[in-house]
């Protein structure tokens, strides 16, 4: 679980930060952040990427969020099945709520002069990269948790003693 802790920072970290590069794109183009004011854009590459980030914060399977919240519950059940259930939940309305989000954004009319730049491309598809790459190999971001996760605990359990 405290693995799992460490792999859900480094993808909420990316994720959040790729969901407000969205957020800012709208703002700089509409100047207001309201959802009423909103014009969402045509552009394949702003809904590409405001998906992946907000998949990766719901936790789907294939983004870094899905890694470290498996791992984070894996961990929980071993010591209480009633909080686990408590921790799924709290990921059923997060779900819930950001997908509720999605739909506001895209039910909204689409401006067709909208569109990414070259630089706004870029700079959201490095932050797009290691979510999908560390989602599809966890492996060497895993590795290295563990193997903090490990001294932590020993740390913890050298105290209590």
């Known amino acids: 679980a405290v693995a799992g802790a460490m792999l859900q920072n480094v993808g909420h970290s990316l994720a959040n930060a790729l969901l407000f590069m969205v957020v800012c794109v709208n703002l700089a183009r509409n100047k207001s952040d309201s959802l009423e004011d909103m014009q969402a854009p045509a552009g394949f590459s702003y809904w ?14 294939g ?6 919240e498996f791992m984070i519950l894996f961990g929980l059940s071993y010591k209480s099945w009633w909080i686990t259930i408590a921790a799924v939940m709290t990921l059923v309305l997060s ?3 950001m997908l509720r989000l999605f739909h506001k954004v895209r039910s909204r009319p ?7 730049n ?13 979510i999908l790459w560390f989602g599809i190999f966890p492996s060497f971001l895993a590795e290295y948790a563990q193997t903090t996760a490990r ?4 740390g913890v359990a050298g105290v209590i003693r």
């Open 118 to 130: 070259l630089l706004e491309k870029a700079s959201m598809a490095l932050i797009a990269i290691p």
């Open 95 to 97: 779900a819930t709520y």
């Open 151 to 154: 001294l932590i605990a020993q």
């Open 63 to 68: 983004t870094v969020g899905f890694v470290g």
């Open 110 to 116: 689409a401006d067709p002069e909208f569109r990414l």
């Open 48 to 61: 590409a990427f405001f998906s992946l980030a907000m998949f990766s914060a719901i936790g789907v399977p």
